[in-house]
Nanobody, 129 residues
Framework: VQLVESGGGLVQTGGSLRLSCSAS????????VGWYRQAPGQEREVVSC????????YYADSVKDRFTMSTDNAETMVYLQMRDLRPEDTATYYC???????????????????????WGKGTLVTVSS
């Protein structure tokens, strides 16, 4: 699966951004799609995931109630709506896809360290204080 992210940029604290991830094909139930982020000097961490066998959604505690992940009807686009952004949200955001038998909530809460099979090149989000 080829993935291309867009929508990053500079925003002030409290602002909003919507990231988009275009997939090269239909995102079937065989795949979990996730948004990860990596700040300078830090490890890549999972932010949100969607899909998989049970079509669930997962959010990291740090973004719960602020970020919303969704897909379009054709399931070739994945979005991450980010609200109430904070300086600590500053990072490069990556879209990834993992072929797995698991649902998104289980995979990303228990197995996220294994990462994804395919990655986009990332989009930079900068939140100014």
């Amino acid at each position: 699966v080829q993935l291309v992210e867009s929508g990053g940029g500079l925003v002030q604290t409290g602002g909003s951004l919507r990231l988009s991830c275009s997939a090269s094909g239909f995102i079937s139930r065989d795949y979990v799609v996730g948004w990860y982020r990596q700040a300078p000097g830090q490890e890549r961490e999972v932010v949100s995931c969607i899909g998989g066998s049970d079509r669930t959604t997962y959010y990291a505690d740090s973004v719960k109630d602020r970020f919303t992940m969704s897909t379009d009807n054709a399931e070739t686009m994945v979005y991450l709506q980010m609200r109430d952004l904070r300086p600590e949200d500053t990072a490069t955001y990556y879209c990834g896809a993992k072929r797995t038998l698991y649902g998104a909530r289980y995979y990303c809460s228990k197995l996220s360290a294994y990462g994804m099979d395919d990655w986009g090149k990332g989009t930079l989000v900068t939140v100014s204080s």
